[in-house]
C-alpha cells in the first residue's frame, strides 16, 4: 500500500543482503556443459620444441582477450558492484605502487586490471614481438601478476554476475575461458593453489571429476 521509504542505512543493508544472497554458488548447481570435447589439459601442454615462455606468452595474451570481450559484455551489470569480490567472501584488493593494498569498487578494480595488462602485454621489452629478441629474466614473474589479476576477474564474474552470464547467453563461453585458465594456471604455476582453490569445486563440476 505504502511505498517504503529507504533511509540510506536501509539502502546499504539492502545492497548488503543481496550480496550475501550471491554468495550462494549458483555457478555450482550448473547443467550439463558442453565443452566440444576440447582437451584443456593437452591444450596447455608445452609443445616439444616450443620456448616455454613463448609459450606461454601466447595463452596469457589470449587469455586477456578472452576475459576482456567478456567483461565488457557484462561490464554495464557489474557498474552497481561496491566490492571486488570473490567465492568464499574473498574481497580482492589493488596493490599500488608503494605495495599499499586498496579496496576498490569491481568496476573500478576491473579498469585498473585490464589497463595494467593492456600495458604490459604490448611492452615489447616484455613480450618481444621481434625475433630475436629475448624474454627478460623476471618474465615469469611478471606473467603471474598479469595471470592473478585476471584471476580476480573470473572469480568475481562467477561469484557476483553469474544469472547476469546466463541471461547473456555467455555461459559456455565463461565456462570455457574457465577450464582454459584453470588448466593453464596448474600446469605452469603461474597462480598460486589457494587461490585457484577459490574456483577448484566449478573445476570439478565442470569436468565431473566429484
Ligand atoms: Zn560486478
Redo the contacts with the bound molecule.
Keep these: 500500500m505504502f511505498k517504503k521509504i529507504l533511509r540510506p542505512k536501509d539502502k546499504k543493508k539492502e545492497r548488503d543482503s543481496k550480496e550475501e544472497k550471491n554468495s550462494v554458488a549458483l555457478y555450482l548447481l550448473q547443467e550439463k556443459f558442453e565443452r566440444d570435447e576440447i582437451d584443456f589439459e593437452k591444450m596447455v601442454r608445452i609443445p616439444s620444441g616450443i620456448d616455454p615462455r613463448e609459450w606461454i606468452a601466447t595463452h596469457t595474451l589470449g587469455l586477456f582477450h578472452n576475459i576482456n570481450q567478456l567483461y565488457d559484455a557484462?561490464s554495464e551489470?557489474?557498474t552497481?558492484?561496491r566490492n571486488m569480490n570473490g567465492p568464499e567472501k574473498r574481497r580482492f584488493t589493488w596493490t599500488d605502487d608503494r605495495g599499499k593494498a586498496i579496496k576498490y569498487s569491481?568496476?573500478q578494480h576491473?579498469a585498473m586490471v585490464f589497463s595494467y595488462c593492456q600495458d604490459k602485454l604490448s611492452d615489447t621489452t616484455l613480450f618481444p614481438t621481434k625475433f630475436g629478441l629475448d624474454f627478460p629474466d623476471d618474465f615469469i614473474d611478471q606473467v603471474q601478476v598479469i595471470i592473478f589479476h585476471l584471476w580476480t576477474v573470473i572469480c568475481?564474474?562467477y561469484q557476483?554476475?553469474w544469472t547476469d552470464v546466463q541471461n547473456l547467453k555467455l555461459k559456455n563461453q565463461l565456462n570455457l575461458i574457465f577450464l582454459h585458465f584453470f588448466n593453464f594456471a596448474k600446469e605452469h604455476a603461474v597462480v598460486p593453489l589457494e587461490e585457484l582453490l577459490l574456483l577448484e569445486p566449478l573445476f570439478r563440476v565442470l569436468t565431473c571429476q566429484n
Design positions: 557484462i551489470v557489474c552497481h558492484c569491481a568496476p576491473c568475481h564474474i557476483n554476475h
